[in-house]
């Protein structure tokens, strides 16, 4: 196989590899130190198998595991690697090789960390140093040929092949140079002897030792050497230990010991005086650390932090005074101390929450990062109990914060949860930090009255628009979700949408009269309001408004009978020889109003003889309040006032008129007491009925003198042909009140007079009902009733007549 085919196939296991280390989820990438901003490490989309516009969607983030500082990040957009701080591997990662940069891409929806590792490749961009500008050696001039000197040892801050590769030394006659490596990878030079010195030829000589390195390009330092030849000096210092190992705690203090080196040179005088240096130190070393270059104690000269250096190596070196020199190594492990607090780092939060939001939901991320070890690293994570949340550990020191309980807005809209982070150190150190969360607002409260029925009460003939009453419904939502709107339920009220009646404002919940309402039509009316929140889907609740109206005195009081002038005539006959109290007639009267407005009185305002005649006040009954007597006048007018009890109280009048006979014959003209006022045609016509029926009366008067005799004392009743007088006057109902001298409102009035003259002496009062007595019906006389109540037999309806006597 040749050298190219061999290089291939290493390079296709090397892929091979590395797929697989993509598909365990962990990704390897290597890029030259300094490289510059925004070079394209690799796309971590593709690597993983993700579509790149989950990146953005998912979060995608790189994050360093102790939160150091980064050097690289993600495109989004893209999915590609990038770098956006320029690496100086020498300043990271010293002489350690590989030199790796470890960082963690962190998905989330769901939560997935992937490893993301850097392994930086050293570029030749140091050239090797010596530690001092100039060597001195003083050389025996007995030194043998082939004697050798060590020289101090070039330092490169890069690493392998870029490191010190190799020394040369200008040319010259007395010595030559040999390299040699050391067990730890570096070189070394020493100067041999080729040519026996000779003092007193010369003296001094310099020389220029260069180092050189193996990058490409080439870099090299020189130092100058400068010999000084003396007197034979044939022993080299020697160290007790060829390695010193030492642990040192962090944090420990300036000028603290940390470990002393002793070398011995067997010569004596200035050749076995013995000095100490470092050898190969770098620059972060001499910072930290100081040695005495008499006692070999080295002490603490700078902030030792495990955080950042773990383990130190120190090249020390002895030398005689005559130069001659032995090299030794300090190792130094750093122990870890307590002294880093946990980390709490909020990686992401859903802010604010939906109270809906289900049990056991992610709501934020957290990450918890110390940059301790051991049992220092070691972190518990706890947040108080007064909340429906906890923390559940999820990959590494990640930790999801989830509900454990249905979240309420309106019992609680605002939480501060407060993390606190605790490690395992002694004493333990720990951290806390509070997270605000906000519950947003679910539609998930109906409006609620503040009563589930209400009444109200109007007058009647209020103004259309009064306002009747006001309704509330409260929401404990939040914003338009608490908004609450009020309207009617769509209902009618005898047939008519109860909108002609009421309306309600949406905002305020007042409750409007839209037109004027009137007692005597309707007493009450009830509707169902419903309040209606802005959610989505709105919610409801309703509620039932009873409204009742009240009444007013708005109705006079209506006489029934008798009748008005000049619908009917009605005139009563009282006998001659009714006795003091004997009931000569009746007032019936009936008001539409209720209540004490429909409370009736009655009292007589004007009569012909005042004292004669008295009025039941409460009852419109006429009574003879004394015994009649010949000289009173045979012609008698009441003049009738009802009044009902309203505030203020109205009122009607009538007049009755009165009769004072025993027998047709002896009534005179009734022209001047009735028909005064009416004109001369109405009393032709009354004259000509009264002569055409005035036979039809002779046969009646015999038979109610029959009538008379057989009921002896009883009233006597006189019968013509009865004329109905029209009651479409009367008004079609009336309200109930007992007691109050009003009629029931199932019951309208007539009265009938003979159609004989205008002397008759009876008439008859029933009660009427267009709607319920048929045209057909007759009436049956009970002689038991002294108002001559009766049944129509045919249809079972009662019907009452009341007759006076004459």
Known sequence: MGRKACCRFIVHWVSFFSVLGFVRGDLTYTLPEETKRQYVIGNIAKDLGIDVKLLSVRRARIDTEDNGKRYCDINTRTGDLTVCETIDREELCGSASPCILSYELVLENPLEVHRVSLQIQDINDNAPRFPKERIALEISESADKGHRFRLDEAYDSDIGNNGVNGYSLESNDFFVLSVHGNAD??????????????????????LVLTATDGGSPQKSGTVMIHIHVLDANDNTPVFTQSVYKVNLAENAPLDTAVVTVSATDADEGANGEVSYEFSRA????????????????????????????KHHEIGIQAKDGSGLASTAKIMIDITDVNDNVPRIILKSLNDPVPEDTAVGAEVAIINVQDKDSGDNRQIR???????????????????????????????ESDYNITITATDGGSPPLSSSMTIHLSVSDVNDNPPVFDEQSYSAYVAENNKAGTSICSVTARDPDWRQNGTVLYSLLPSEVNGVPVSSFLSINADTGVIHAVRSFDYEQFRSLKVQVVSRDNGSPPLSSNATVSVFITDENDNSPQILYPAPEGKSLMTEMVPKAALSGSLVSKVIAVDADSGQNAWLSYRIVKSTDPGLFSMGVHSGEIRVQRDISESDSMKQNLVISVRDNGQPPLSATCSVYLLISDNLAEVPELKDMTYEEKSSKLTSYLIIALVSVSTFFLTFIILILAVRFCRRRKPRLLFDGAVAIPSAYLPPNYAEVEGAGTLRSSYNYDAYLT????????????????????????????????????????????????????
Do not use: W
């Open 755 to 806: 159609t004989g003259s205008h002397t008759s002496d009876f008439k008859f009062i029933r009660s009427y009902n267009d709607s319920t007595l048929p045209a057909g019906g007759t009436l049956r006389k009970s002689p038991d009733d002294p108002f001559g109540s009766s049944f129509n037999e045919a249809h079972g309806e009662e019907v009452r007549e009341t007759s006076l006597n004459v």
């Open 282 to 309: 770098s620059d972060k070393i001499s910072r930290l650390f100081a040695i005495d270059k008499v006692t070999g104690q080295v002490r603490v000269k700078g902030d030792i932090d495990y955080e950042k250096e």
């Open 381 to 411: 994570c706890s947040i108080q109990n007064n909340v429906p949340f906890k923390l559940n550990p999820s990959i590494k020191n990640y930790f999801s914060l989830v509900t454990t309980s249905p979240l309420d807005r309106e019992k």
């Open 185 to 206: 990878g570096g070189k070394y030079a020493e100067l041999v002897l080729d040519k026996e010195l000779d003092r007193e030829q010369q003296k001094d000589m310099s």
